[in-house]
C-alpha cells in the first residue's frame, strides 16, 4: 500500500524506512592484558577476565542506589520541641485551623 505525506504543501509519497535486519557486532580484537599478561581473543573472556579480577570497564559499571536521608535523632527531637512550644501559645481554635490545612494539602499529594 502507498502511503502519502503531506511536504511543503504537497502530496508525496512517503519513503520506506530502512529494513530491518539481523545486525552483527564483530567480536574484539585480541589484546594483551595490562593485568597479568595474558591474551584476551573474546568479547565473553574479557567480560570473564575483568570478572576474576575485580575489575570494572570505565563507563559501564553501576552506579551505587542512592542512601535515603535519615534526620538524625538530635535534630529530630529539636523540631519536635520546636514545634510543641509554638502549639503551645496557640488557641485550641488556631490549632484546629493548622490541622486542617495540613491535611488539605496532604490530600492534594
Do not use: W
Amino acid at each position: 500500500m502507498t502511503v502519502y505525506i503531506l511536504e511543503n504543501g504537497e502530496l508525496v509519497v512517503k519513503r520506506e524506512s530502512v529494513e530491518r535486519r539481523l545486525q552483527i557486532v564483530p567480536d574484539i580484537q585480541p589484546y594483551t592484558s595490562m593485568i597479568d599478561g595474558s591474551t584476551i581473543g573474546s568479547r565473553s573472556r574479557h567480560r570473564e577476565h575483568l570478572q576474576a579480577h575485580g575489575c570494572i570497564e570505565v563507563g559501564n559499571e553501576q552506579p551505587p542506589a542512592p542512601k535515603p536521608y535519615e534526620t538524625p535523632k538530635a535534630e529530630r527531637d529539636a523540631r519536635k520541641r520546636a514545634l510543641y512550644g509554638q502549639f503551645e501559645n496557640l488557641s485550641q481554635r488556631q490549632i484546629s485551623r493548622v490541622a486542617q490545612e495540613l491535611r488539605e494539602r496532604a490530600s492534594r499529594r
